[in-house]
């Protein structure tokens, strides 16, 4: 199964009984704006993931700002979604799949590979005049057996140092952020050392959908079969981590993150174009 699923296909296939779509609409800078967004027009029957509340713990001292929640909370969460075992689960947000990606990422980490990010997200979908609904559907909540996946995840200082003296370490956030030149959401700016940046944007293509796979394997070519990713919280690493299995990689995501990196006064911190993008303008 591919990582991404075209809206075309999507709509011909609404009516599967496997099928649960998740809408993960959020606004760091105003949380309860994908919830505003989600009962003024969703997909039909999707339900709806707040990127705070399920896919993320409380914040904490160290950890990160979106720690992954403990596996019995997950369960619990996708299993209130009505997410099962044998479910189908399609993903979308607003914003290239940057908090879907987190679902997608989530449910693979628990074994779950029957998911797939919707491709060019809502604006894909209603580009293919794609229906919205504002009914809030009625969820049976299923049952979900986790089979973890820890060989997919890193919290290691030393896993994540190593990945950087082997050359696969790639940092997700824009370049002004991996540089350090600016740092609009965490205390400290740059980024790990030997970490080479691969802005998460830059696996789309104008129209918002996601590059062939063998576009991604030039990109990430020279990194090796399993990299380590991570960004500022999670969260857009798991875009990265999506183009690349799609390349045919095995990535893993550095959770906590930067913003976990940095809680930890001890760990070294590097400034400049030390790896920059390739891809980059």
């Known amino acids: 199964m591919d990582v991404v699923v075209a809206p075309e296909t999507l709509?011909?296939?609404?009516?599967?009984?496997?099928?649960?779509?998740?809408?993960?609409?959020?606004?760091?800078?105003?949380?309860?704006a994908g919830w505003r967004?989600?009962?003024?027009?969703?997909?039909?029957?999707?339900?709806?993931?707040?990127?705070?509340?399920d896919l993320s713990a409380p914040r904490g001292p160290v950890g990160g700002r979106h720690p992954l929640p403990p596996i019995p909370d997950l369960v619990r969460c996708l299993e209130g979604l009505g997410i099962?075992?044998?479910?189908?689960?399609?993903?979308?947000?607003?914003?290239?799949?940057?908090?879907?990606?987190?679902?997608?990422?989530?449910?693979?980490?628990l074994g779950h590979d029957a998911v797939q990010l919707l491709d060019g997200g809502l604006p894909a979908w209603k580009a293919v005049g794609g229906p919205l609904s504002t009914d809030t559907p009625r969820v049976d909540p299923a049952r979900f057996v986790p089979h973890p996946r820890p060989d997919r995840i890193v919290t290691s200082p030393d896993e994540v140092l190593r990945a950087a003296r082997e050359g696969r370490l790639v940092d997700s956030r824009t370049a002004a952020?991996?540089?350090?030149?600016?740092?609009?959401?965490?205390?400290?700016?740059?980024?790990i050392p030997g970490a080479k940046n691969r802005e998460w944007q830059r696996v789309f293509g104008p129209d918002g959908r996601l590059l062939p796979p063998e576009h991604?394997?030039?990109?990430?070519?020279?990194?090796?079969?399993?990299?380590?990713?991570?960004c500022g919280s999670g969260v857009t690493a798991c875009v990265n981590a999506l183009a690349m299995?799609?390349?045919?990689?095995?990535?893993?995501?550095?959770?906590?993150?930067?913003?976990?990196?940095?809680?930890?006064?001890?760990?070294?911190?590097?400034?400049?174009a030390e790896w920059p993008d390739p891809d980059a303008d």
């Open 84 to 109: 099962g075992n044998d479910t189908w689960v399609v993903a979308y947000d607003d914003s290239l799949g940057d908090k879907a990606a987190r679902l997608w990422w989530i449910l693979r980490y």
């Open 216 to 230: 991604l394997a030039r990109r990430f070519a020279d990194l090796g079969p399993e990299p380590v990713v991570y």
């Open 37 to 53: 967004g989600y009962l003024a027009g969703h997909l039909p029957g999707a339900v709806y993931a707040h990127l705070e509340r």
């Open 177 to 191: 952020r991996y540089r350090g030149d600016e740092e609009p959401l965490d205390p400290v700016a740059g980024h």
């Open 11 to 32: 709509l011909r296939r609404l009516d599967d009984p496997r099928l649960r779509i998740v809408d993960c609409r959020f606004d760091l800078t105003d949380p309860e």
């Open 245 to 272: 299995e799609r390349a045919g990689l095995t990535p893993r995501v550095y959770v906590g993150s930067w913003s976990d990196w940095i809680a930890h006064p001890d760990r070294p911190v590097a400034v400049g």
